[in-house]
């Protein structure tokens, strides 16, 4: 906090950013290319509808390589080159943006490309936390002369001003904002319609922020210095924190894995895998800061001997958990990463274990090499591997279920064609190269389906496009909309030239992963099959999603009530549908008043939509008259009680998926 308060000082603030200008200059640089292209988003959207998505993947790019930069220049720093030749090597960092930005592609639908990014985010943040030792790594005789005291030194720097760097942004953020409310209620200056606190959110976050952070990294002086800078509030978090937690985490997985063992019925759950990663990673953190108190703790110098070797037996617990994932559904990317993070636990426990020297920066170095190594490395990355085995599970499944001979489709009947466990692992494997893969290998093993799901959805998209179009000509003779309301119901009665313009030059951009997985699901007779005890002992009905239950015919009704589920009560009158009594209740002051049996309705819907696709349906399929017209139930959904679980299952469940409405004469 004391150098947060230098800032105080307009001269030290000066010399502060002119020394960092001068160490840091591209860094510099894209800090207010960033700050710039962050402005033109948030005040010319409206103007730069074309580019926009561009210059949000610009920045980005931009925003890992700043961080890549500055990891650039404190390798630099720690060479025999002069400063312009430092500097030069700042094309490695411009040479990475270019490859970014090519690569990586703005769609929020597509995991892939978070993926990226984030795994981008986690390897270049791990070589800044080693950067000024780059060279210590490919040197045996500079091996020699790295402490681990002199890496803990800079690395618990660089933590200390990533964490003051956030709090100082949001600080000032805060501050400004007080001032700026302030301002906008004095004077009535109507600051908060003008985006206000969100530029000043991109001054203080993407601009002050970033060049505090650069103006406090360690000097060239400091890489090389063991002097612990520790503070009594970070050792009483070490102390009396992180470690008995630690502990207690220790104890948990333990605990489990006692269980487990004890019954190999239950042995493993998948979830343990994750919570091993997440221990472990937070256990490593750990046991890099409390490095410097391993001399004032008896539960330190405990934790950091058995550490390495408490880790090993929960490394072959996730291995086996993972394993028995894997052998049922195969590789999918959340598996990928189980895998690997395990082997790179593994890696750094027996070093930990075997090593004399027990080199911290081994951690992060190893981190960030595999990281890499499973994004580039050919046929077996993270993006391309666990597609591939997908795929190929999907081609074995369809052949399997006669849906695929001499690679030409025959759509089955009925779903009853198709094995109830085959039809869920089809389902869920379309699913997941939707979700994960974009659909792609789906349009490759499916092109004729794609085309149709393609063409019906443009026509569905154009056929949007002319009604919203014909429903904003209607204001024509209107006066012309003043673009700085903020109102939106302001705009139903103007004439919206900026949204015509913006509709008529927008473009088709495919069916959405949904369309396309229940298009092809519905073709190909599979569906997805739920094994929750809660869902396993109801049949759902309900109609299509794309059809609404209104307008309701109430001709010859008086009354009309809202059907919902039994675990969803008030104290009004209202229906209630009870499926383990077949019948809706009627209910006043949770008193019933009248019962109306549904034995016939579950009957006739087992009877007739079992075993086709139940969530399609039309309106007419859940509609019914009972009693001679005496009551008409209109269903948005119905969950019926399942005739092959009703002798099996002797548990009650008040958790239904019903919902409509009760007319009565």
Same mark, same amino acid.
């Given at each position: 906090?004391?150098?947060?308060?230098?800032?105080?000082?307009?001269?030290k603030l000066?010399?502060?950013?002119i020394?960092?200008?001068?160490?840091f200059?591209?860094?510099?640089?894209?800090?207010?290319?960033?700050a710039?292209?962050?402005?033109?988003?948030?005040?010319?959207?409206?103007?730069?509808?074309?580019?926009?998505?561009?210059?949000?993947?610009?920045n980005?790019?931009?925003?890992?390589?700043?961080i890549? %930069?500055?990891?650039?220049?404190?390798?630099?720093?720690?060479?025999?080159f002069?400063y312009?030749?430092k500097n030069?090597?700042q094309?490695?960092?411009?040479?990475?943006?270019?490859?970014?930005?090519?690569?990586? %592609?703005?769609?929020p639908?597509?995991?892939?490309?978070?993926?990226?990014?984030?795994?981008s985010l986690?390897w270049?943040?791990?070589?800044?936390?080693?950067?000024?030792?780059?060279?210590?790594l490919? #040197?045996?005789?500079?091996?020699?002369?790295?402490?681990? #005291?002199?890496?803990?030194?800079?690395f618990?720097?660089i933590s200390?001003i990533?964490?003051?760097?956030f709090i100082f942004?949001?600080i000032?953020?805060?501050?400004?904002?007080?001032a700026?409310?302030?301002?906008?209620?004095?004077?009535?200056?109507d600051?908060?319609?003008?985006?206000?606190?969100?530029?000043? !959110?991109?001054?203080?976050?993407?601009l002050? #922020?970033p060049?505090?952070?650069l103006?406090?990294?360690?000097?060239r &002086?400091?890489?090389?210095?063991?002097?612990?800078?520790?503070? $009594?509030?970070? %050792?009483?978090?070490i102390?009396?924190?992180? +470690?008995?937690?630690?502990?207690?985490?220790?104890?948990?997985?333990y !605990?489990y894995?006692?269980?487990?063992?004890?019954?190999?019925?239950?042995?493993?759950?998948g979830?343990?895998?994750?919570?091993?990663i997440?221990?472990?990673?937070f256990?490593y953190?750990? /046991?890099?800061f409390?490095?410097?108190?391993e001399?004032e %703790?008896?539960?330190?110098?405990?934790?950091?001997?058995?550490?390495? /070797?408490?880790?090993i037996?929960?490394?072959?617990?996730?291995?086996?958990a993972?394993?028995?994932?894997?052998?049922?559904y195969?590789?999918?990317?959340?598996r990928?990463?189980?895998?690997?993070?395990?082997?790179?636990?593994?890696?750094?426990?027996?070093?930990?274990?075997?090593?004399?020297?027990?080199?911290?920066?081994?951690?992060? #170095?190893?981190?960030?090499?595999f990281?890499?190594?499973i994004?580039?490395?050919?046929k077996y990355?993270?993006?391309?591997?666990?597609?591939?085995r997908q795929?190929?599970?999907?081609?074995?499944?369809i052949?399997?279920?006669?849906?695929?001979e001499?690679?030409?489709?025959?759509?089955?009947?009925?779903?009853?064609? +198709?094995?109830?466990?085959?039809?869920?692992?089809?389902?869920?494997?379309?699913?997941?190269?939707?979700?994960?893969?974009?659909?792609?290998?789906?349009?490759?093993?499916?092109?004729?389906l794609? &085309?149709?799901?393609?063409?019906?959805?443009?026509?569905?998209?154009?056929?949007?496009?002319?009604?919203?179009?014909?429903r904003?000509?209607?204001n024509?003779?209107?006066?012309?909309?003043?673009?700085?309301?903020?109102?939106?119901?302001?705009?139903?009665?103007?004439?919206?030239?900026? &949204?015509?313009?913006?509709?008529?030059?927008?473009?088709?951009?495919?069916?959405?992963?949904?369309?396309?997985?229940?298009?092809?699901?519905?073709?190909?007779k599979?569906?997805?099959?739920?094994?929750?005890?809660?869902?396993?002992?109801?049949?759902?009905?309900?109609?299509?999603?794309?059809i609404?239950?209104?307008?309701?015919?109430?001709?010859?009704?008086?009354?009309?009530y $809202?059907?919902?589920?039994?675990?969803?009560?008030?104290?009004?009158?209202? !229906?209630?549908?009870?499926?383990?009594?077949?019948k809706i209740?009627?209910?006043?002051?949770?008193?019933?008043i009248?019962?109306?049996?549904?034995?016939?309705?579950?009957q006739?819907?087992?009877k007739?939509?079992?075993?086709?696709?139940?969530?399609?349906?039309?309106?007419?399929?859940?509609t019914f008259?009972?009693?001679?017209?005496?009551? $008409?139930?209109?269903?948005?959904?119905? !969950?019926?009680?399942?005739?092959?679980?009703?002798?099996?299952d002797?548990?009650? /469940?008040y958790?239904?998926?019903?919902?409509?409405?009760?007319?009565?004469?």
């Open positions: 906090m004391k150098n947060i308060f230098h800032l105080l000082s307009f001269k000066k010399e502060k950013l020394f960092t200008i001068k160490r200059p591209i860094s510099v640089i894209i800090i207010l290319i960033i710039t292209i962050f402005f033109i988003l948030l005040n010319f959207e409206d103007n730069y509808s074309q580019i926009w998505e561009k210059l949000l993947i610009i980005l790019s931009l925003i890992l390589t700043f890549f %930069s500055i990891a650039i220049y404190l390798s630099a720093e720690n060479t025999k002069n312009i030749q030069l090597f094309f490695i960092s411009i040479w990475f943006w270019i490859i970014f930005y090519n690569v990586f %592609s703005l769609d639908n597509d995991i892939k490309n978070i993926i990226f990014f984030i795994l986690i270049i943040i791990a070589y800044l936390f080693f950067a000024p030792y780059l060279h210590f490919f #040197s045996k005789q500079s091996k020699n002369n790295l402490s681990n #005291s002199i890496f803990y030194n800079y618990y720097k200390i990533l964490l003051s760097s942004g949001i000032l953020f805060i501050l400004g904002s007080i700026i409310t302030a301002i906008d209620n004095l004077f009535n200056l600051l908060r319609d003008k985006y206000t606190y969100w530029n000043w !959110a991109i001054i203080s976050l993407s002050v #922020s060049l505090f952070f103006s406090e990294i360690p000097k &002086q400091d890489f090389l210095n063991n002097n612990f800078l520790t503070n $009594k509030f970070f %050792s009483f978090l102390k009396y924190v992180a +470690i008995p937690f630690i502990y207690i985490y220790f104890f948990i997985l !605990a894995s006692i269980k487990v063992l004890s019954n190999l019925e239950a042995w493993p759950r979830i343990i895998s994750w919570l091993i997440w221990f472990s990673i256990w953190l750990s /046991y890099i409390s490095y410097p108190f001399k %703790s008896k539960a330190i110098v405990i934790f950091r001997k058995i550490f390495p /070797y408490a880790v037996p929960q490394i072959f617990l996730l291995f086996y993972i394993f028995l994932r894997i052998s049922q195969d590789f999918t990317i959340n990928y990463f189980v895998v690997v993070f395990g082997i790179w636990l593994l890696i750094i426990s027996l070093y930990f274990i075997y090593s004399k020297k027990k080199n911290l920066i081994i951690i992060p #170095s190893s981190l960030a090499l990281i890499i190594v994004s580039i490395i050919p990355n993270v993006y391309t591997y666990p597609e591939l795929t190929q599970r999907l081609i074995k499944d052949k399997k279920a006669w849906i695929l001499n690679w030409k489709i025959i759509f089955p009947k009925s779903y009853s064609d +198709i094995d109830i466990e085959l039809s869920k692992n089809i389902y869920s494997e379309i699913e997941y190269l939707c979700n994960f893969s974009n659909c792609e290998p789906i349009k490759k093993i499916f092109p004729k794609y &085309q149709e799901i393609y063409e019906k959805s443009k026509k569905d998209w154009e056929n949007k496009i002319k009604i919203e179009l014909k904003l000509e209607k024509k003779d209107k006066k012309e909309c003043d673009y700085s309301k903020k109102d939106y119901f302001y705009y139903d009665n103007c004439y919206d030239t900026k &949204q015509i313009e913006k509709l008529k030059k927008e473009k088709f951009k495919g069916p959405s992963k949904w369309e396309i997985i229940s298009y092809i699901t519905e073709k190909l599979v569906k997805k099959y739920t094994y929750s005890p809660i869902e396993n002992k109801y049949i759902t009905f309900w109609i299509n999603y794309k609404d239950i209104f307008p309701i015919k109430i001709e010859w009704y008086k009354k009309m $809202k059907i919902k589920s039994q675990w969803d009560f008030k104290n009004w009158t209202y !229906a209630e549908y009870n499926p383990e009594k077949e209740l009627l209910k006043e002051n949770n008193k019933i009248t019962e109306i049996s549904t034995k016939e309705i579950s006739k819907l087992i007739k939509f079992w075993t086709e696709n139940n969530e399609k349906l039309k309106k007419e399929d859940l008259i009972l009693e001679n017209w005496k009551y $008409k139930l209109y269903f948005e959904s119905i !969950a019926i009680l399942n005739p092959e679980l009703k002798e099996k002797n548990n009650s /469940y958790y239904y998926y019903t919902n409509g409405y009760l007319l009565i004469k």
